[in-house]
């Protein structure tokens, strides 16, 4: 595994989230200074707490569509609401966090010379054409869709992290992200793999959207955070975009039927309508990553991961019926 050679000053936008929140861990266990910036919009100071007497670990609550003056050498930036339910709660704020906060981010990498990464997402392909997706495809994504909000954010996002790279010479990592999952996602925030699990756990009806047919991808927390940390160290000729992922596929009927194995819940499957634009598939062509990040390929498979969030939902669920 690499490791830095020295302590960094790094700022984790999003740091209070599920992603943004192992991150941070990551960073302080490699010996750096981690500013977390969040305004806890999804995020919790649960996922943080445990960091927060840490003396390399600082917390801001802030919201990036505003401008940050900070001195700071890497700067990860992850904020922005990633469930559907949660982004389309407010979209124009889901705009303006992906578009102002990388303007906002961007510019401040600009004023102290800080390397600069952006979590993109798999949504920049829309429901693609394309199957598995690689990073040369430019996608299939509605412009006026009740996904649009996060979808062309985050593509507009990447059209700012280029442009600075070009214009100013920025250092820039754009990683897009596939569907991860893992322990400290959000009880609520409508994802399958949460809704899947705390569904099976409480024995309530497991949900599936549709036909249950549509297919993804899901990569456990840590794989995804190590490639993260990788791409930030790659050298300044792989700016990205790469996608970041675990190839293994599978339908939300595989998926419902996994939890209800693995929790021994007695839990029925119902339909429910399939929301608009919802992609049919989804599977990342990791071999630019696994080209580019050292030979990184995700090593936790989709039973093992599904284990250790059912360990944390259950804990989550019990500690909130006791008090
Ligand atoms: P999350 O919702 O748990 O984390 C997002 C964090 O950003 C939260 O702590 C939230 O409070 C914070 N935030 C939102 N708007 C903000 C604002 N305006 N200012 C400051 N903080 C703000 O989601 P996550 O799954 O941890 O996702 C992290 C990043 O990774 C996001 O940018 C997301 O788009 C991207 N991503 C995640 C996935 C996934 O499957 N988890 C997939 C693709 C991309
Ligand atoms: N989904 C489902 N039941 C649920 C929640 C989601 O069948 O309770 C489906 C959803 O329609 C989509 C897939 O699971 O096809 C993944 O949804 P999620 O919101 O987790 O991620 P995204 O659609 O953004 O990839």
Not at 286 to 309: D, F, R, Y
């Amino acid at each position: 595994m690499r490791q830095y050679n020295a302590s960094k000053k790094m700022l984790v936008t999003g740091g209070a989230g599920f992603l943004g929140s192992h991150l941070c861990d990551r960073l302080i266990e490699q010996g750096h200074d981690v500013l977390c910036v969040d305004n806890f919009f999804t995020g919790t100071k649960r996922n943080i707490e445990h960091l927060l007497d840490h003396p390399r670990f600082e917390l801001m609550r802030h919201d990036v569509t505003f401008p940050l003056y900070v001195e700071v050498d890497e700067i990860f930036n992850l904020a922005c609401p990633a469930s559907p339910i949660h982004y389309q709660h407010d979209p124009v704020q889901t705009t303006k966090t992906s578009v102002h906060g990388a303007i906002n981010m961007l510019g401040l990498a600009k004023r102290v010379r800080a390397k600069i990464l952006q979590a993109s997402t798999s949504e920049v392909y829309g429901d693609p054409e394309i199957h598995p997706q690689v990073e040369a495809y430019w996608g299939r994504v509605n412009p006026i869709g009740i996904r649009s909000c996060y979808d062309e954010g985050k593509r507009c996002a990447e059209t700012l992290f280029f442009d600075y790279h070009r214009q100013h010479e920025l250092r820039i990592k754009v990683v897009r992200i596939f569907n991860t999952y893992g322990p400290r996602m959000h009880m609520n925030d409508g994802r399958v793999v949460s809704n899947f699990i705390v569904q099976a756990l409480k024995g309530e009806d497991i949900t599936i959207y549709g036909d249950g047919q549509q297919t993804r991808s899901f990569c456990y927390a840590d794989d995804l955070v190590e490639a993260m940390l990788r791409m930030m160290n790659t050298g300044d000729e792989v700016p990205g975009p790469i996608n970041i992922g675990n190839p293994g596929e599978f339908s939300m009927l595989e998926l419902a039927n996994k939890v209800i194995e693995l929790t021994g819940s007695k839990s029925k499957l119902v339909r429910m309508p399939l929301p608009a634009d919802d992609p049919k598939q989804r599977r990342p062509d990791i071999s630019l990553a696994q080209k580019e990040l050292g030979g990184w390929e995700p090593k936790t498979q989709l039973e093992e991961g599904l284990q250790k969030t059912i360990a944390y939902f259950d804990q989550i669920l019990s500690e909130s019926k006791a008090a």
